[in-house]
């Protein structure tokens, strides 16, 4: 596949995922109170990775449905929402007209955005273009985007997740499916194409990117935590035991 036809293929997944996301599902992502990171939905209040966002210009690469955004607009927070699927975008601008909550959507590729440089403090990826999108393209557009000082803070899957990922049926083994070497771009049997490289691999974009990394934080189940309704691949139980998930927080240094 080349870049174009991967995007193509994620703004398709996509809108065919939106599809299928009820208006009470849009609801109740908007009108959360709290926000929450990932599959295991855990407590910003607990992890402390944004902070006080009040004032902040905001970019969010590839929001989706972009209740991210929203969460962060209610705490005051200058947010722009960018993603490439227009069906999801659309579902975005409805909870607009619902809640009241607005704030500027854009179209576009996380990887080539139509904004001006230096434009904002802090640039989010939750499950957008922190797997759907070239990290060797969309991180150097996120630097390019941000002024300096300002914070990247991307989540994505454990890298432990993708390495021992059964395809048929969609689950996580115990055991290694493919090898950690070489880990990139991976092209699901399902047509969908995520990139994830290993950690060392990521320390290096971000560095030649301008950033400095001040923390990696991986993401266990709580005791109480369920297995979510529609990451279920990863099973509470697994992720007990191994990090389903990490938060990368890095800042621009130049």
Same mark, same amino acid.
């Given at each position: 596949?080349?870049?174009?036809?991967?995007?193509?293929?994620?703004?398709?997944?996509?809108?065919?995922?939106?599809?299928?996301?009820?208006?009470?599902?849009?609801?109740?992502?908007?009108?959360?109170?709290?926000?929450?990171?990932?599959?295991?939905?855990?407590?910003?209040?607990?992890?402390?990775?944004?902070?006080?966002?009040?004032?902040?210009?905001?970019?969010?690469?590839?929001?989706?449905?972009?209740?991210?955004?929203?969460?962060?607009?209610?705490?005051?927070?200058?947010?722009?929402?960018?993603?490439?699927?227009?069906?999801?975008?659309?579902?975005?601008?409805? /909870?607009? +007209?619902?809640?009241?909550?607005?704030?500027?959507? &854009? @179209?576009?590729?996380? %990887?080539?955005?139509?904004?001006? !440089? *230096?434009?904002?403090?802090?640039?989010?990826?939750?499950?957008?273009?922190?797997?759907?999108?070239?990290?060797?393209?969309?991180?150097?557009?996120?630097?390019?985007?941000?002024?300096?000082?300002?914070?990247?803070?991307?989540?994505?899957?454990?890298?432990?997740?993708?390495?021992?990922?059964?395809?048929?049926?969609?689950?996580?083994?115990?055991?290694?499916?493919?090898?950690?070497?070489?880990?990139?771009?991976?092209?699901?049997?399902?047509?969908?194409?995520?990139?994830?490289?290993?950690?060392?691999? /990521?320390? +290096?974009?971000?560095?030649?990117?301008?950033?400095? &990394? @001040?923390?990696?934080? %991986?993401?266990?189940?709580?005791? !109480? *935590?369920?297995?979510?309704?529609?990451?279920?691949?990863?099973?509470?139980?697994?992720?007990?035991?191994?990090?389903?998930?990490?938060?990368?927080?890095?800042?621009?240094?130049?």
């Amino acid at each position: 596949m080349s870049e174009q036809d991967y995007v193509a293929r994620s703004r398709e997944l996509w809108t065919e995922s939106n599809r299928e996301y009820t208006d009470e599902q849009a609801s109740r992502a908007w009108l959360a109170d709290e926000i929450t990171w990932g599959m295991f939905r855990h407590p910003e209040r607990e992890l402390r990775v944004l902070g006080d966002v009040q004032g902040l210009d905001v970019i969010e690469l590839g929001c989706g449905t972009a209740y991210f955004s929203a969460w962060l607009a209610k705490r005051g927070a200058r947010p722009v929402g960018v993603d490439v699927t227009p069906a999801q975008l659309e579902t975005g601008r409805r /909870m607009q +007209r619902e809640t009241g909550i607005e704030f500027p959507l &854009v @179209e576009a590729n996380a %990887e080539a955005v139509p904004l001006p !440089d *230096a434009s904002f403090d802090l640039a989010l990826s939750e499950y957008g273009a922190s797997i759907w999108c070239d990290p060797y393209r969309w991180i150097p557009e996120a630097s390019r985007l941000l002024r300096t000082g300002g914070r990247l803070v991307f989540l994505r899957e454990g890298t432990l997740v993708i390495l021992c990922a059964v395809e048929e049926p969609d689950a996580t083994s115990e055991t290694l499916q493919r090898p950690q070497r070489g880990l990139q771009r991976i092209d699901w049997t399902d047509g969908s194409v995520q990139f994830h490289p290993a950690h060392g691999d /990521m320390l +290096r974009v971000l560095r030649a990117a301008g950033f400095v &990394v @001040e923390d990696l934080i %991986e993401l266990f189940a709580a005791e !109480d *935590a369920e297995t979510h309704e529609y990451y279920s691949h990863v099973t509470v139980e697994w992720a007990r035991q191994w990090p389903a998930e990490e938060i990368w927080v890095a800042r621009k240094h130049s």
